[in-house]
């Protein structure tokens, strides 16, 4: 029997060990509960008094002392439900608390997801000092998704740098071209479709001069119609399907007659594109193209030229159908 004693006392600790590992847990979970309900009422007062400033009404709680991180919280929760003047003024009043500051420290920030989330507020705040820091952390950062966040947010800004430079930054020509660096490209088109044009002088890959044809037709630009005609008739499948998207982008009458010939072009992509160019521009006279089109060898050639013409005639394609 003295031979249990041992086996039943350690039986014992190791029970009480479990009970007591078991109660701080619940403990824990109580406080982190009581304390999160308490948080979201502050969170509650702290939006408030907000709003209720950027009405023009006096702040609630006047002398209460709210952390920045608190207030930046708030505010990037209204910031993404207010318009217009509301907005700015929001960014305003926060700007006045020091939150700005407070934004610009935490790019500093050891953790990428905290330099991350700072950007995201910079490019919300907007001011110089913002697009300053965002340029900064473009061109130094040392991760390469802080340098693409930031790069992003500057674009959404309308404050990118030239297209060569964000080439230059984020090291796009040491890689293939993704959909990223399309939509960089496209959103500094309006303010620099005439660097876009000196790139493709560049002598640059096959891809990458597709994608330089794309950008160029989300310039808004009408002086560029010409270069996609040049590009459509390319050697290059890949650069004549570029050349298509920007047309459609583009908009503008003078290049129908080209859009219509692709419409007949070797390659099956080249048709499948040349048919969205059709719908994209509206391009009625391309209505008995499209319709011979319907017996393309090509399946997905059949199925969009059947699309665009539902589009731009459904009322031949009706005919046609109760014909058959």
């Not at 479990?18 to 847990?25: E, G, N, R, S, T």
């Not at 407070?102 to 700072?118: C, F, I, P, Y």
């Not at 796009?172 to 490209?185: G, H, I, S």
């Amino acid at each position: 029997m003295t031979s249990l004693w041992p086996i039943i006392l350690g039986s014992g600790w190791i029970v009480g060990a479990i009970l007591v590992i078991f109660a701080v847990l619940v403990l824990r979970r109580f406080l982190d509960e009581r304390s999160a309900d308490a948080r979201k009422k502050e969170d509650a007062k702290i939006t408030r008094s907000y709003l209720r400033r950027v009405a023009g009404h006096p702040p609630e709680d006047k002398g209460k002392r709210w952390s920045a991180s608190r207030r930046l919280v708030a505010v990037s929760h209204l910031q993404s439900l207010l318009r217009g003047g509301d907005r700015s003024r929001l960014m305003q009043i926060a700007e006045f608390d020091g939150l700005l500051t407070e934004t610009l420290r935490r790019s500093h920030s050891v953790g990428v997801s905290n330099r991350v989330d700072a950007i995201r507020l910079m490019q919300r705040f907007g001011s110089e000092a913002c697009i300053a820091r965002l340029r900064q952390m473009m061109a130094r950062d040392r991760s390469y998704n802080v340098r693409l966040e930031a790069a992003f947010a500057l674009a959404a800004t309308s404050a990118l740098p030239p297209p060569r430079e964000t080439m230059r930054v984020l090291a796009m020509l040491e890689r293939a071209p993704n959909r990223l660096d399309m939509a960089l490209l496209r959103a500094s088109a309006p303010d620099y479709s005439d660097q876009l044009v000196l790139l493709l002088k560049d002598g640059l890959s096959e891809r990458w001069h597709a994608q330089l044809v794309d950008a160029i037709g989300w310039s808004r630009n009408p002086s560029v119609a010409p270069l996609l005609e040049e590009a459509a008739m390319q050697s290059s499948s890949e650069i004549r399907c570029a050349a298509l998207r920007a047309a459609s982008k583009l908009g503008q009458p003078c290049v129908e007659e080209w859009v219509k010939a692709k419409l007949s072009d070797p390659e099956s992509e080249v048709r499948v594109q040349a048919a969205n160019a059709c719908v994209a521009l509206g391009l009625t006279s391309a209505v008995d193209a499209l319709a011979h089109l319907r017996s393309d060898e090509h399946l997905w050639v059949r199925l969009r030229a059947e699309q665009a013409l539902e589009q731009l005639a459904p009322d031949l394609l009706a005919i046609t159908g109760k014909a058959a």
